[in-house]
């Protein structure tokens, strides 16, 4: 059984920069797809950013260009680096994992972490 825990959330300034880790503490060898995912006071939970074994990666529209997903050689962790962060971005961001590879484009994650709030101020 995967638990993720997520950390790096915070109270920012519009502009600035934030970085969001997950580290799955059990079964992370095994994952072969991260999400990250967002849901803001009165919206549906969005996904952010993606990211499979192998590198590949998905983005939505509104971060594009702005954030990224990453791992580096911890084996269960991935990050999401987020600048020029916008008052639109405030939301608590979860982390979501699966052992299936294609659930990079499927988004049906079996496991969740408890969400990281991200507030950003104009």
């Known amino acids: 059984q995967v638990q993720l825990v997520e950390s790096g959330g915070g109270l920012v300034q519009a502009g600035e920069s934030l970085r969001l880790s997950c580290v799955a503490t059990r079964g992370g060898l095994s994952i072969n797809a991260w999400g990250w995912y967002r849901q803001a006071p009165g919206k549906q939970r969005e996904l952010v950013a993606a990211?499979?074994?192998?590198?590949?990666?998905k983005y939505t529209d509104s971060v594009r260009g702005r954030f990224r997903v990453f791992r580096d050689n911890a084996p269960s962790t991935v990050y999401l680096q987020m600048d020029s962060l916008k008052h639109d971005d405030t939301a608590v961001y979860y982390c979501a994992a699966d052992y299936r590879g294609l659930t990079l484009y499927s988004g049906q994650y079996s496991y969740w972490g408890q969400g990281t709030q991200v507030t950003v101020s104009s």
């Open positions: 990211i499979s074994r192998g590198g590949a990666t």
